[in-house]
């Protein structure tokens, strides 16, 4: 694989944590390739069989796959994900029980300019929308884990039986099989306008709150991450109360041509 940053772009993001809460999610990036992640909150008196929290697990794996990327690696991202959960477990393996079906675990999503290119790979829900030069728009997710039985929301057996498993939904956590799971595409760069990889604390703009994927695109490029995470943040608050949880850690990075 060529250098890193031999494609040129401009990259900005914003994070920001559920009001009263620690930020779960995470993003880190270099010159040709950016990541977000998005780690699952435990549930209450759950027991993970880990010594460590969900925060350590996405910090983690954050370190991980920037050494790989950084690095230029020559694997396809399916390779550097399972790559860098082979790092994460190896790192408190001896300490916890990596087969307790509620380990820690994140979303993942890398975006990789390089070559003339972009790839995108998506691992659960945190997805990478791409706005071509023709103005259309390309999403790029994995929604498994809408789909599962009895639908959401879904009750923690329901979670538990179905993580990791054909015909359920994928996480990176323990398991090294799942980022060959991962939803992938890849785009010819003279094609690619701009894009942005989200949390689904950001994209619930678009899928709790009625907004438009081509609008959030140009609100993230015209007023920036940071604004659009008050947006989401006037939204939660102007919203009837729901199911499901009222705020979220919320971040977006977004990537426009040099």
């Known amino acids: 694989m060529s250098a890193p940053g ?42 993970s069989g880990c010594a460590h929290d969900v925060a350590w697990l996405v910090h983690r794996l954050a370190a991980a796959l920037s050494a790989r990327l950084a690095a230029g690696s020559d694997g396809g991202l399916p390779d550097v994900l399972a790559d860098a959960i082979k790092d994460v477990c190896a790192a408190h393996g001896d300490t916890c029980d990596l087969a307790n079906p509620d380990s820690p675990s994140s979303t993942v999503a890398i975006a990789r300019w390089d070559r003339g290119e972009l790839e995108c790979l998506v691992l659960a829900d945190s997805p990478v929308v791409v706005r071509r030069t023709d103005g259309s728009v390309v999403v790029v997710e994995d929604d498994r884990l809408t789909r599962l039985p009895g639908g959401p929301p879904y009750t923690l057996e329901t979670v538990r039986t179905h ?57 993230l490029r015209s007023a920036g991450p940071g604004r659009v995470i008050d947006l989401v943040r006037a939204a939660e608050l102007a919203a009837p109360a729901t199911r499901g949880k009222p705020h979220d850690d919320a971040t977006a990075v977004v990537v426009t041509r040099g």
Request: hydrophobic share 45%; aromatic share 12%.
């Open 163 to 219: 993580r990791n498993r054909p015909g359920g939904f994928w996480v990176a956590s323990t398991s090294r099989a799942a980022a060959y799971e991962a939803v992938t595409a890849t785009f010819p760069w003279a094609e690619v306008e701009m894009f942005a990889l989200l949390s689904d604390g950001v994209t619930r703009l678009v899928e709790r709150f009625g907004g438009t994927w081509p609008d959030l695109l140009r609100e």
């Open 6 to 47: 031999e494609t040129p772009a401009q990259v900005g993001y914003a994070t920001r944590a559920a009001p009263g809460a620690v930020n779960e999610d995470y993003v880190v990036a270099g010159p040709g390739w950016a990541v977000v992640l998005d780690g699952a909150t435990a549930p209450g008196g759950v027991d």
